[in-house]
């Protein structure tokens, strides 16, 4: 079973910067997509960035431009660098994996989820 571990969240100021980090049980094997997903009080759970098995990247139009997705194949890591943040940004982060090659946005797609990292933006 494949667990995820999200750490890096915490309380910033606004344009503050912040990078989020999902360490896998297991190596990430070329056929996995990965996410990172947000979650504010009240909202739906959304996807902003995934990659896939060949790199390819996309990214929510709420946050492109100010956040970009990567992963350490030899750490078994994945990343989310944050720019810019604003108290928009504020909410649960989450990783997730599915054992597939295509990235999707809905969360019901994805069957590993870390336990979630908090990010709150407030002056």
């Known amino acids: 079973q494949l667990q995820l571990v999200e750490s890096g969240g915490g309380s910033v100021e606004p344009g503050e910067s912040l990078t989020l980090s999902c360490t896998l049980s297991r190596r990430i094997y070329a056929h996995n997509c990965l996410a990172w997903f947000r979650q504010a009080p009240g909202k739906e759970r959304e996807d902003i960035a995934t990659?896939?098995?060949?790199?390819?990247?996309t990214y929510a139009d709420s946050v492109k431009g100010r956040v970009t997705i990567s992963t350490d194949y030899d750490k078994n890591t994945l990343y989310l660098q944050m720019s810019s943040l604003q108290p928009g940004d504020t909410a649960m982060y989450y990783c997730?994996?599915?054992?597939?090659?295509?990235?999707?946005?809905?969360?019901?797609?994805?069957?590993?989820w870390g336990q979630g990292t908090q990010v709150t933006v407030s002056s």
């Open positions: 990659i896939d098995s060949s790199g390819k990247t």
């Open positions: 997730a994996a599915r054992a597939g090659p295509i990235c999707y946005e809905m969360p019901t797609e994805y069957g590993f």
